[in-house]
């Protein structure tokens, strides 16, 4: 598993990866559906304008298995920022968003000296995506009740968080092993 900056020959597999309901049904309404190469396309261009670049690919084999990245807050909130991550249905179960979640906090982290905490705010009935925070080293906050709406339904929130001292110490840990 690698985690990269997109490229514009990735759109075809990004395509081909993202156009799936299962994905799409624990993804923001940002993240369309269907989805085209003509999305690919668009996203992987926005990707790569962004400064810095926090929105990276995941690959597998050579092949686009998805995407995570992370969202810099401003104001009083500029020493937080959301982490996000999705893959396609193919690559579920296999602890790849765990590895990808690693790399990125890590990564995060290293580059955004000022960053305090980083979050995710998956939804409630996607308890998937809470392991992979889990076994990433973050911790649940709470439940956002009531915080969200996808495809019609109204839905609850967990709030997981990592914060710097807490990625340190267990990076401390990691190289003692």
Sequence with gaps: MVVREWRPGDAADLGLQANDRRVWLN??????HPYGIEDAE?????ALEASPRTFLAIEVSGRIAGGIG??????????G??????????YWGRGIATAALLTVTSHAFRAHGELRRLYAVPFAWNPASARVLQKAGYRCEGTLRQSA???GRILDQW?????REEWQA???RAVEE
Excluded: Q
Aim: zero cysteines; a negative charge.
């Design 27 to 32: 993804l923001r309404d940002a993240f369309p």
């Design 42 to 46: 668009r996203f992987i261009a926005m």
């Design 70 to 79: 992370y969202t810099l807050h401003t104001d009083v909130e500029r020493v």
């Design 81 to 90: 920022a959301e982490v996000g991550y999705w893959l396609g249905h193919e």
């Design 149 to 151: 709406i996808k495809d």
């Design 159 to 163: 709030m997981y968080a990592i914060l």
């Design 170 to 172: 267990g990076e401390e």
